[in-house]
């Protein structure tokens, strides 16, 4: 079982940024690849970025790419997103997630096991 906690959401003015932090625990999670999701009202849960523990491997869905960059701190056992650049398309509640494929980095939500609670993140125009 893995534990992920969100925390790091709130209401950013176009242009501006934010960092979102997931902690995570729980037994073996550094095994687990590591995702950002988001979904806006109306729309379906969408791949953000993923990245692993154990090198430097990452994934962006194109949209935020050069804006966003996912990342990890294995001592506080947590994974970042930092945001930068937000735009109002931004707005949704975002989501840590942990998967346990073995695969290359994967953008598909049912290859990730766990999911934290989401945090929220709103950018006015």
């Known amino acids: 079982q893995v534990q992920l906690v969100e925390s790091g959401g709130g209401l950013v003015q176009a242009g501006g940024s934010l960092r979102l932090s997931c902690a995570a625990s729980?037994?073996?999670?550094?095994?687990?690849?590591m995702g950002w999701f988001r979904q806006a009202p109306g729309k379906e849960r969408e791949f953000v970025a993923s990245c692993t523990w154990s090198d430097s491997s990452t994934r962006y869905v194109d949209s935020v790419k050069g804006r966003f960059t996912i990342s990890t701190d294995n001592a506080q056992n947590t994974v970042y997103l930092q945001m930068n650049s937000l735009k109002p398309e931004d707005t949704a509640i975002y989501y840590c997630?942990?998967?346990?494929?073995?695969?290359?980095?994967?953008?598909?939500?049912?290859?990730?096991?766990?999911w934290g609670q989401g945090t929220q993140v709103t950018v006015s125009s």
């Open positions: 729980g037994r073996l999670f550094r095994r687990y690849a």
């Open positions: 997630a942990a998967g346990s494929y073995t695969s290359s980095l994967s953008s598909l939500s049912g290859q990730y096991d766990y």
